[in-house]
Nanobody, 123 residues
Framework: QLQASGGGLVQAGGSLRLSCVVS????????MGWFRQAPGKEREFVAR????????YYPDSVKGRFTISRDTAKNTMYLQMNDLKPEDTAVYYC??????????????????WGQGTEVTVSS
């Protein structure tokens, strides 16, 4: 089970930190990810991290502004979002999937999803 939180309304240039608490199983061999979905658009990859090794990957759209991390002792994953832009407005979802060694850029690479937390960036 994944529980996302931390969304809200922020002005452009501001920051937010999203959290995703994971429970119910051992995630040692898993990859954890953040996706977002804006109204009328497909779900978009934002960042991912391997639960055990902490290897990260970002698309160019957020690289340098967003940072994904995890605290294995707290079973929590984070997404620090800085320099937010209006185009970052979306519902953000956390997800978990069995790590295959690939990039895990698509929603199909994940088996478990949180309920989503809404981020709105005003201009």
């Amino acid at each position: 089970q994944l529980q996302a939180s931390g969304g809200g309304l922020v002005q452009a240039g501001g920051s937010l930190r999203l959290s995703c608490v994971v429970s119910g199983r051992t995630y040692g061999t898993y990859v954890m990810g953040w996706f977002r979905q804006a109204p009328g658009k497909e779900r978009e990859f934002v960042a991912r991290i391997t639960w055990s090794g902490g290897s990260t990957y970002y698309p160019d759209s957020v690289k340098g502004r967003f940072t994904i991390s995890r605290d294995t002792a707290k079973n929590t994953m984070y997404l620090q979002m800085n320099d937010l832009k209006p185009e970052d407005t979306a519902v953000y979802y956390c997800a978990a999937g069995r790590y295959t060694g690939g990039y895990h850029l698509l929603p199909t690479g994940y088996d478990y999803w949180g309920q989503g937390t809404e981020v709105t960036v005003s201009s």
